[in-house]
């Protein structure tokens, strides 16, 4: 079987981004996130998260909240 050795080694941090997506999504606070997942601050957390996503975390769910399409990665 030909298993594509970078979509294996991928797959586990998608699975944790859209875990912390879910908890950010059900209302866990961004502080309690970042420790959960490893950063040593909420805001080493939200810069990276902006980073991958173009946008910060308030910004993507409060635009998911009211039914828009969130940013996913940097435009350009």
Same mark, same amino acid.
């Given at each position: 079987?030909?298993?594509?050795?970078?979509?294996?080694? #991928?797959? *586990? /941090?998608?699975?944790?981004?859209?875990?912390?997506?879910?908890? #950010? /999504?059900?209302?866990?606070?961004?502080?309690?996130?970042?420790?959960?997942? $490893?950063?040593?601050?909420?805001?080493?957390?939200?810069?990276?998260?902006?980073?991958? #996503? $173009?946008?910060? *975390?308030?910004?993507?769910?409060?635009? #998911?909240?009211? $039914? $828009?399409? /969130?940013?996913?990665?940097? /435009?350009?």
């Amino acid at each position: 079987m030909n298993v594509d050795k970078e979509t294996t080694v #991928l797959r *586990p /941090a998608r699975g944790r981004r859209r875990h912390r997506r879910r908890q #950010l /999504a059900a209302s866990v606070p961004v502080a309690v996130v970042a420790e959960r997942v $490893g950063y040593r601050s909420a805001s080493a957390f939200i810069a990276s998260f902006r980073r991958l #996503l $173009g946008v910060a *975390p308030g910004a993507y769910f409060a635009t #998911l909240a009211h $039914g $828009g399409h /969130a940013a996913h990665g940097k /435009a350009g």
